[in-house]
């Protein structure tokens, strides 16, 4: 039985096991959940976070070193770049006309007495500044990993522009992503008892009646997450990078399941870059540089939830956004996923930032609260697919074809 499948079976009998106990058993779901299911799925979620930020520094190395060219680097740059922010707008301008248009916060909803304390982000121009890194080993062991990127694209320029000079170096760097990559694919066997845990956990706490509450809610984000999957990246990945969308979702399935999983872009890497390479056609230079890149600052999915939720909130207490205002939502919600860590939970933190900056009470989160962990394993899976279809787009644009690229990934000569 493949991996998919048993991945596949896991997660099943996890949404089983989870309805069991929180409709049947519920006395029984609170030691389940912290003595067997909560350890079970941390397991799992560490050990392949424990590979983010060395994947993360070889893969770029790898990949900018690869791309001997500057003029080449620059020019795969700018189409990262500008995929990466364009899709991120258009998510946004999706998820605010089908909020408009259902209205998901009309109705009776009362805030339930949880509460969510929203970190204060940091403004944009320090954000900007702080993208090289005065201490690369601090920022590495801190998991910053806009400075980690910053460093590992900086060390690829300089092999490439020494060249033969620095063969021993880069010798010992591809070693190390073989023996990263060898990592990646013994952990993934545990990866069907990781998912049975972590959806059993998501849906043994949350149960029907928290999320038949939020109904309306849900569909909108869930529409419009497919709406910007089947639009923006099929036509990404059919008329830019030359491939079926339903060729590009097998290939790349084992990545969106672990993703749904796990809730973690970041966490879903190693997988997403295996799958790129050895399913969808893409080259290691290019995925090594494009996806690492997205993990950071592509968060369609985020995104999406960002501009649902705040019309929620916003319908809910009756008051009526401007056009400034939506203006504003959407330029504060781009701006936020550059440098935001690609971790469980982290868009309720950029949640926050959106509602300050258009007068929205920051504790109305706790209306998205109940559900918001189901809907981050969706909006996660799709976040790794933009980057992925990204990579497709990009490799394809380079004069890449799939049958260029061997099974493991390497352009051939």
Not at 6 to 15: P, S, T, V
Not at 114 to 121: K, P, R
Not at 383 to 394: E, F, L, P
């Amino acid at each position: 039985m493949s991996l998919t499948k048993k991945i596949f079976i896991g997660m099943a009998l996890g949404i089983v096991v989870g309805l069991i106990l929180n409709v049947a058993l519920p006395d029984f779901f609170e030691p389940v959940n912290s003595y067997f299911l909560v350890p079970l799925g941390k397991l799992f979620v560490n050990l392949i976070k424990m590979l983010v930020v060395p994947i993360v520094i070889v893969s770029l190395i790898l990949g900018t070193a690869g791309i001997s060219d500057p003029k080449k680097l620059g020019r795969i740059g700018a189409k990262t770049i500008t995929f990466f922010l364009g899709t991120t707008v258009v998510a946004l301008i999706l998820a605010i006309v089908m909020g408009s248009l259902v209205k998901p916060g009309k109705g009776d909803f009362k805030l339930d007495g949880a509460s969510f304390e929203g970190a204060e982000a940091p403004p944009v121009i320090e954000t900007l500044l702080n993208i090289i890194p005065a201490n690369p080993l601090g920022s590495m062991v801190n998991g910053e990993m806009l400075q980690v990127i910053a460093f590992s694209i900086i060390i690829g320029f300089g092999l490439a522009k020494l060249g033969p000079k620095t063969e021993g170096i880069l010798k010992i760097v591809e070693q190390a992503n073989d023996v990263l990559m060898y990592l990646v694919t013994a952990i993934m066997k545990v990866a069907p008892y990781g998912a049975f845990a972590l959806i059993a956990t998501a849906i043994g706490g949350q149960g029907f009646e928290a999320i038949t509450a939020m109904g309306k809610y849900m569909f909108v984000v869930l529409f419009v997450l497919l709406l910007q999957l089947v639009l923006v990246y099929g036509s990404t990945v059919s008329v830019l990078g030359k491939m079926n969308l339903l060729t590009f979702i097998k290939g790349f399935s084992p990545a969106i399941i672990v993703a749904f999983s796990t809730s973690s872009s970041s966490a879903t890497l190693p997988v997403s870059m295996k799958a790129a390479q050895n399913n969808l056609g893409v080259s290691k230079s290019i995925s090594g540089f494009v996806q690492p890149l997205g993990a950071t600052i592509n968060m369609d999915g985020t995104a999406i939830m960002q501009g649902v939720a705040t019309l929620f909130i916003a319908q809910v207490y009756g008051i009526d956004l401007s056009l400034g205002q939506l203006l504003t939502v959407i330029l504060t919600a781009t701006l936020a996923s550059i440098g935001t860590a690609g971790v469980p939970g982290v868009g309720l933190i950029m949640l926050s930032m959106v509602l300050t900056s258009v007068g929205l009470p920051v504790e109305a989160i706790a209306l998205v609260l109940g559900v918001d962990r189901l809907l981050d394993m969706c909006r996660t899976a799709i976040n790794i697919t933009g980057d992925a279809a990204c990579a497709v787009y990009v490799s394809r644009s380079e004069g890449e074809t799939q049958d260029d690229i061997e099974i493991t990934g390497e352009a051939k000569a």
